[in-house]
């Protein structure tokens, strides 16, 4: 297991100062005068291919959430996964403002 034990512990690592980042932006855009929009995702799926190949993990889908400041005029239908690529999420966060 070594490398592969290695290599996940420096992934949960930054995993947890990710959730601290994500964390202090929420907080900021909830202080804000006007309503903000958080769009998160994890595009790390290639970089542990050792790992992935000692449990046998194939998948190379993202999550993604999409976090508003202001309440909820994006509604819930707005935030269910859509299947999207990263490149198209910009838009598609964009496309929920008015």
Not at 54 to 79: C, I, K, P, Q, R
Request: net charge negative; proline share 4%; glycine share 14%.
């Amino acid at each position: 297991m070594g490398q592969r034990a290695d290599d996940m512990t420096v992934y949960l690592r930054h995993i947890e100062n990710a959730g601290k980042m994500c964390r202090k932006v929420q907080t900021v855009l909830k202080g804000a005068d006007r309503p903000g929009r958080l769009c998160w995702y994890g595009d790390h799926v290639p970089i542990m291919p050792k790992v992935y190949e000692g449990v046998e993990f194939e998948g190379s889908a993202t999550n993604y959430a999409v976090w508003h400041s202001g309440g909820s005029d994006l509604g819930v239908d707005a935030l269910r996964p859509k299947g999207l690529y990263a490149h198209e999420l910009g838009l598609a966060l964009l496309g929920g403002m008015e």
